[in-house]
């Protein structure tokens, strides 16, 4: 991996980095995929129109739905999709947050019970990075706790503790992979994950500590959990500056348009979320002035598009009218074409993002959106 800092302005910046799998520029927003594909029926030939540069997949889904023996049959996970850039995969460690009523945590790893068909699973850290190998992905997330946000100071202690722990077996088994004859890819990419819920001291305590070990990338997990806009703005100003500025930083599973030009601001350039497919399948529409609701009567009669000067596929071609037709008919179109727009959208807004850095004027560009998405769609 080649990471290089093109462009700064304040703690801003934007990179060019080469993969094995192709060129990511940052700051990127990856479109998620979480079992190889954007729900929404969103394939990866649109991935390609969309301008989408990274896909993130996730390594609990993949195993307990197809299985990473499956894929690693058919080359990996960009060839089972026919996705020829890159790809990140999550390790399993949200799913230790999201489904707590269905594991119990050991120092050894994670016992899951599947939320598909109750069966027993086990995820360690050495496991995680196993199957992330057989997908072959280009980089892939160390296995961690996601602790709540909001989670008492001795809960969150023993956790960041025990993630770190972890993090080492992850990268002797990752060293291990990536020297076998037979794995898929050998130039896998490693990111540490620092946690630490709204604990300022522990967060930059162990960014301090994983820093040391000198991996590819480091993402800032465990926000947008329960804590405020204004606490995790408050986390990133302190920790991000702990992390290595040289290397790719990311800010997991954030977030709103806003959110993430706020975190561009304090140093990240790493994104995803759920938040542009899923409102897309609930005809909920972004726009430079807003979010829409497609479903609306207002756009009953509305020859316009979503946006006016948007170049996705729903606004070069169909009218808001016939969108809100499409949605109330419950036809599958509508729900396709929402999430191609928000696609786009987020898509182009990190490309003028890096414009901005790059051309000296993103705090400009932090203003204008800031005022014009707060200031009400029509």
């Not at 959110?259 to 140093?267: K, L, T």
Request: proline share 3%; hydrophobic share 35%.
């Amino acid at each position: 991996m080649k990471y290089q800092i093109v462009a700064e302005e304040g703690r801003a910046k934007s990179a060019h980095m080469e993969t094995v799998h192709g060129v990511i520029e940052t700051p990127v927003f990856m479109n998620v995929g979480t079992v190889g594909a954007i729900k929404g029926a969103v394939s990866t030939m649109d991935l390609r129109e969309i301008g989408c540069q990274v896909e993130l997949s996730n390594t609990y889904h993949l195993h307990v739905r197809t299985g990473d023996r499956l894929i690693r049959e058919f080359g990996g996970l960009h060839k089972f999709m026919n996705w020829d850039r890159p790809i990140l995969t999550d390790s399993g460690g949200f799913q230790v947050f999201s489904l707590t009523s269905l594991r119990k945590i050991r120092e050894e790893g994670v016992w899951f019970s599947s939320h598909i068909d109750g069966h027993k699973i086990f995820m360690g850290p050495e496991e995680s990075m196993q199957i992330q190998s057989n997908l072959g992905s280009t980089i892939a997330m160390a296995f961690d706790e996601c602790p709540p946000a909001l989670a008492d100071r001795s809960y969150i202690e023993q956790s960041v503790a025990r993630t770190t722990r972890w993090l080492r077996r992850c990268k002797a088994e990752m060293e291990r992979l990536n020297s076998l004859p037979d794995t898929i890819n050998r130039e896998q990419l490693l990111f540490g994950i620092n946690q630490g819920g709204i604990l300022e001291d522990v967060r930059c305590a162990q960014a301090d500590e994983i820093s040391a070990l000198d991996l590819d990338g480091y993402a800032v997990g465990g926000l947008a959990v329960g804590e405020s806009h204004e606490e995790m703005y408050r986390v990133l100003d302190a920790v991000v500056p702990h992390l290595p500025r040289h290397k790719p930083t990311y800010l997991m599973g954030v977030g709103t348009p806003l959110n993430i030009i706020e975190a561009v601001a304090r140093g990240v350039d790493f994104f995803d979320c759920v938040y542009p497919s899923r409102n897309g399948r609930h005809g909920h529409v972004y726009t430079r002035h807003g979010k829409l609701n497609m479903l609306n009567k207002q756009y009953e009669l509305d020859h316009r598009p979503i946006e006016e000067g948007c170049g996705c596929p729903a606004c070069r071609h169909y009218s808001r009218a016939y969108i809100r037709h499409l949605l109330k008919a419950g036809e599958m179109l509508g729900l396709r074409l929402c999430t191609l727009h928000n696609l786009y959208f987020y898509n182009k807004m990190m490309e003028d993002i890096r414009a901005a850095i790059r051309e000296g004027r993103f705090e400009e560009y932090r203003r204008e959106m800031t005022a014009s998405m707060t200031g009400g769609a029509v």
